[in-house]
């Protein structure tokens, strides 16, 4: 039951909450390297209000995410301040989640990217649910 639960979520539910086709948001990331630093990271960018999370991610991994040579880099994605999944940059996989509602869209959407340079993914996704609760 769980695992259709996370496929629903993923694949088909809406991300956000919102009445517009489309809704912007305001993303910024982590900096990966000290050379990635110089420059501010954050942009604005128009999404479909009915994207999932899976779509969504694809989506910053194409238009936004920096190539990192590692390929045990790992991402929480938080919006709105809210831990919502990790991911690592090499395909589309979701590894960890903390969130199962839509986000509401208040006409503020604030996406930020935290960047992990670590292969070990149950402890990244342990250090956050320790902060959490």
């Avoid at 420059?39 to 009915?50: A, L, Y």
């Avoid at 996406?111 to 070990?120: T, V, W």
């Amino acid at each position: 039951m769980l695992i259709n639960k996370i496929k629903k979520i993923l694949n088909k539910e809406k991300l956000f909450q919102s009445s517009s086709d489309f809704i912007k948001v305001t993303i910024d990331r982590q900096s990966v390297c000290l050379g990635d630093d110089v420059m501010s990271h954050q942009k604005q960018m128009e999404v479909s209000s009915s994207i999932s999370l899976k779509d969504f991610i694809y989506k910053l991994q194409k238009q936004y995410i920096p190539n990192v040579e590692s390929p045990v880099a790992i991402w929480l994605l938080q919006i709105n301040g809210i831990n919502i999944c990790l991911f690592n940059q090499t395909g589309n996989s979701i590894l960890k989640f903390n969130f199962w509602n839509k986000i509401p869209y208040d006409g503020n959407v604030v996406i930020y990217l935290k960047y992990f340079a670590q292969n070990n993914i149950n402890e990244v996704y342990n250090t956050l649910n320790m902060n959490i609760t």
